[in-house]
């Protein structure tokens, strides 16, 4: 039994504690907004945050995350949040789609953190996040947006 | 805003029986003969050719039939519907429709969804204008000259206004007006189509609800990874049944009775040994455990090494001729030898590799298979499980799913037809699960070439004589173990059809023959054909010692359309008549000279190490020009630093989502030509996962891209493959021009690019 703490819930799961969140998520507790790329690690699809912090969920063993706050695409919220969602409906980020979970929480775990990355900043915290439609061009326009928003600048 | 739903048949036939249907428009199968309400009252079962229906509620419904993987397409061609028809698009529910041949193509692939459609779109969403315009005529017993559509409603030139909920019924009774009486939209008048809208996906891919193929959850199904050959054709001999049963969670280990054959596999699943399990960890733990010992069988001893050998061989031989101008030969023989330009280009094999690896789930019971899947070609899927469950295709129906990329990979079944295999066995609902190695190693892959390419030059030492030869295994390896050469229709896709202004062309396939399978992927040959042609051009450019832009408008010649067939060429056009889609290089010349105005070209001064190149590439129909600039430092570390895009799509629907497609095309080519490259040893695949198939990422993209779409009103043409082929040569060229070094091989990384 391995006790979590996902989007602000507390769930029980029946598992062996060294599988991947990812996959307790994806297969016990049906989150399947966070999604396997690689499942080692190289693509950030599976980006959540824990205790803050983008984590792979592919490669850390849920007894890793017990007993830390575990957020997910379908609970994120924050300001952070807010403003990346919103630059990013407004840039028309996403092409499939599929990668956009990771690249959303690798963003927002980003601007929790520094309000005013660097084009630098922005590469290095994002680059960890592989997009096959290569949306990289639009991820970054709209963090830099979502970055002014939360500083209050622009509209 | 919009939401999707799949179609349930159920639903529908209740809605029919219910009398809420009010309004249809379909088209009849395979033509866009129109198909009214009452045709559609009339048919006794479950109508897909049905586009769109109006319910009394004023809720529209409009079917998107072509797979959405990132294109924009399940939200443009019904776009195209509510924007003829004036509905008020915040009314709209996109249905997603299964695979059913009566929709007529739905095969996403070859850039062809608005092509194909678009008229008939426009002709349904016209046609149930009128008749509402009608309905409200008859209602107010004025003239319909006096009735105009507006946003849901049908406004007379009185002032009053009746809604389309309310006319619904009444219109359902119309007859339908005939084809020539159709009276279209002035493209003015548009509310959507041009800026285009939200996509249907975006609230579902932000908040984590969208639906992609292994998100499918049906209650009591089971998920699968399977152990697959590593050669093609290998068979397992023996395998540890009890350490993968012992494995938590695993239930059931099973062979898959059936493999692909060893040549020509076609869409069959390839085989091996399958886990059956509560999760999907679980099943890639037992995997782990079962360590499969293989016979593998006559392909053991291929290899990409020799294989290579093998095409260069060919790409230096004569080879089948399938366009001839003038005598390229001859006057390549009559040349003194300072005045023969001759170079070898190849290509390795590319993986598609798209986020989302494949997947399916399928649930066999006694009425049949249900299958859902990320796929680019519903009916293939539904083909394919039939024939592998030996049942009627109608007593199979295939849901399409959101695809997580698809590059061609997802429009080959044989991962639908692996969960119907297992369904039936087990007796349960199956999702059949793809490793990132499963997906790298087991691949339809784009093919592996070796080009050669010849010109004589002019007493100015501008060509005159071009020749070029390409050596591949072709697609029709996969299917037929008797092709041995590219065919003519992948000679068509960037090699047959230079548009060069020059007195001699020949252009050649040599012999070729397959390791793996091949598959189309991303703009297929044009890939490695507008690679070397277009590397080639830029080596004639400074054997002329010209400025490559310059030298290419020379090379194009004046604004013309160019005749293959003059040429003793058979071309296939995209499947789209030469009229209607001709070879312009008036249009070319225009994307070539926006994107150079775009980049400064000739114009700007460069920093120290710094290069461009260019390149202009007509495919799919579509005209793209880049020009790429990079820095190449004197240890040889390349930054790609800008990339200006011109392209001319014809009539576009979707503005932004086509400029995505131009930027992540060009991305796209950029990443193959940097990092591609699946290499096969004794027979197997030797990469199998991101840190050996590297893709690019944020830190190697351009760092400044700009995609301007020319405004043209000729019709419509494919944008999802055309940005990816002048990729790979404009930045070869820019490398060039920035170091010196002339790559004439792919991938570029690995390569020494040290100068100065
Ligand atoms: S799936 Fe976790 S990093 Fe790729
Ligand atoms: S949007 Fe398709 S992989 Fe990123």
């Given at each position: 039994?391995?006790?979590?703490r ?31 790329g ?28 017990a ?27 996403p ?21 005013a ?34 500083r209050?600048e622009?509209e | ?7 349930e ?6 809605m ?83 695979g ?9 692939d ?10 008939i ?115 397992p ?5 009890a ?5 938590p ?15 020509a ?17 679980a099943?890639?733990q ?73 997947c ?45 990329g ?15 295999v ?56 996969s299917?037929?173990p ?67 832009l ?20 058979q ?8 009229d ?7 249009r070319?010349?225009?994307?070539l ?19 461009v ?73 030797v990469q ?23 405004p ?14 002048p990729a ?29």
């Amino acid at each position: 039994m391995v006790r979590l703490r996902i989007n602000g819930e507390e769930r029980e799961v029946e598992v062996d504690p060294t599988t991947p969140l990812l996959w307790v998520l994806r297969d016990h507790l049906q989150l399947t907004g966070t999604k396997y790329g690689c499942g080692r690690g190289l693509c950030g699809t599976c980006t959540v945050h824990l205790g803050g912090n983008p984590a792979r969920a592919c490669i850390l063993p849920v007894s890793a995350a017990a007993g830390q706050d575990i957020r997910t695409i379908e609970g994120l919220e924050g300001a952070a949040g807010e403003a990346v969602k919103d630059a990013w409906r407004e840039h028309a980020v996403p092409q499939c789609g599929f990668c956009q979970a990771g690249q959303v929480m690798s963003a927002a775990a980003l601007l929790e953190g520094n309000d005013a990355p660097s084009q630098q900043d922005i590469d290095d915290a994002m680059s960890g996040n592989l997009c096959r439609c290569a949306t990289y061009d639009r991820i970054r326009g709209a963090i830099s947006d979502a970055a002014a928003k939360l500083r209050g600048e622009g509209e | 805003m919009t939401k999707s739903t799949t179609i349930e048949r159920r639903s529908f036939l209740r809605m029919l029986a219910g009398g809420g249907l009010a309004l249809a428009f379909g088209t009849q199968a395979g033509s866009a003969a129109l198909l009214s309400c009452q045709d559609v009252r009339e048919a006794e079962a479950f109508v897909p050719e049905l586009w769109v229906t109006l319910l009394p509620s004023g809720e529209v419904k409009i079917v998107a039939h072509r797979s959405e993987m990132g294109t924009g397409i399940a939200t443009s061609l019904p776009m195209v519907v509510a924007d003829e028809m004036e509905a008020d698009w915040a009314r709209v529910t996109i249905e997603q429709a299964p695979g059913d041949a009566r929709y007529g193509d739905q095969n996403t692939d070859g850039s062809r969804s608005v092509r194909q459609f678009y008229e008939i779109m426009r002709q349904v969403g016209a046609a149930m204008r009128q008749m509402l315009e009608q309905a409200a005529a008859n209602r107010w017993g004025v003239p319909v000259s006096e009735c105009k559509a507006q946003l849901h409603e049908v406004v007379h030139t009185s002032g009053k206004k009746l809604g389309y909920g309310e006319l619904a019924t009444e219109a359902g009774q119309l007859e339908k007006p005939a084809e020539s009486e159709l009276v279209f939209k002035k493209p003015s008048e548009r509310r959507y189509q041009g800026k285009g809208v939200p996509i249907r996906d975006m609230e579902g891919i932000l908040d984590g609800t969208a639906q992609y193929g292994a998100d499918v959850r049906i209650d009591g199904m089971k998920y699968a990874v399977i152990a697959r050959p590593p050669v093609l054709g290998a068979t397992p001999t023996s395998f540890d049944r009890a350490a993968a049963e012992a494995i938590p969670g695993v239930e059931q280990v099973l062979e898959m009775d059936a493999h692909a054959p060893a040549q020509a596999p076609g869409f069959n699943p390839l085989g091996g040994v399958a886990v059956i399990a509560s999760s999907t960890w679980a099943a890639m733990q037992g995997r782990e455990a079962l360590a499969v010992k293989w016979d593998l069988g006559p392909n053991a001893a291929a290899g990409t090494e020799s294989q290579m050998e093998m095409l260069r061989a060919s790409s230096r031989e004569n080879g089948e001729i399938a366009r001839k101008r003038g005598n390229a030969v001859k006057a390549i023989a009559d040349a003194p030898d300072d005045k023969v330009i001759r170079a070898e280009y190849e290509a390795p094999y590319l993986a598609h590799a798209s986020m989302e690896p494949p997947c399916a789930v399928a649930h066999v019971t006694e009425e049949g298979c249900h299958c859902w899947a990320p796929t680019q070609n519903p009916q293939a899927a539904q083909g394919t499980v039939a024939q592998v469950l030996n049942l009627p295709p109608n007593q199979v129906r295939v849901d399409v799913t959101l695809l997580g990329g698809g590059f061609g990979r997802k429009s080959k079944p044989d991962y639908v037809a692996e969960a119907a295999v297992l369904s039936k066995k087990i007796g349960a609902p199956v999702q059949v699960f793809w490793s990132r190695e499963d997906d790298i190693r087991h691949d339809y892959y784009h093919s592996v070439s070796a080009m050669q390419l010849e010109a004589a030059l002019g007493e100015d030492n501008f060509p005159t004589a071009w020749r070029a030869r390409s050596s591949f295994p072709a697609i029709g390896t996969s299917f037929n173990p008797a092709a041995d050469r590219g065919s003519g229709f992948e000679l068509d896709l960037g090699f047959k059809d230079v548009p060069w202004d020059l007195p001699h062309i020949q252009v050649e396939s040599g012999k070729s023959s397959g390791v793996v399978r091949v598959g189309w992927l991303r703009s297929v040959c044009n890939i490695f054909h507008a690679f070397a042609a277009h590397s080639f051009a830029d080596e004639l450019a400074q054997a002329a010692g010209m400025d490559s832009l310059e030298f290419l408008r020379k090379l194009i010649g004046p604004p013309r359309k160019i005749d293959l067939a003059k040429d003793d060429a058979q071309y296939s056009n995209y499947g789209e008549p030469i009229d209607k889609h001709p070879i312009d290089t008036g249009r070319m010349l225009a994307v070539l000279n926006r994107a150079a105005e775009m980049s400064g070209w000739g114009r700007r001064q460069l920093a120290p190490n710094r290069g461009v190149g260019i390149a202009v590439h007509r495919s799919f129909l579509a005209y793209v020009a880049n020009v790429v600039e990079v820095e190449v430092a004197p240890n040889g570390r390349l930054s790609i630093e800008r990339v200006d895009i011109a392209c001319d799509a014809g009539t576009v629907l979707h503005e932004e989502r086509v400029r995505g497609q131009m930027s992540g095309g060009v991305l796209f080519g950029l990443s193959a030509a940097l990092h591609g490259n699946i290499t096969v040893r004794d027979g197997a695949v030797v990469q199998s996962n991101f840190h050996d198939y590297p893709l690019l990422r944020m830190s190697e993209a351009p760092k400044e891209i700009n995609v301007e779409i020319l405004p043209s009103d000729a019709p419509p043409s494919g944008v999802g493959e055309a940005g990816t082929p002048p990729a790979a040569p404009a930045l070869a060229n820019a490398i060039y021009a920035a170091s010196g070094h002339r790559l004439r091989r792919l991938p570029i990384s690995g390569q020494n690019l040290a100068h100065g």
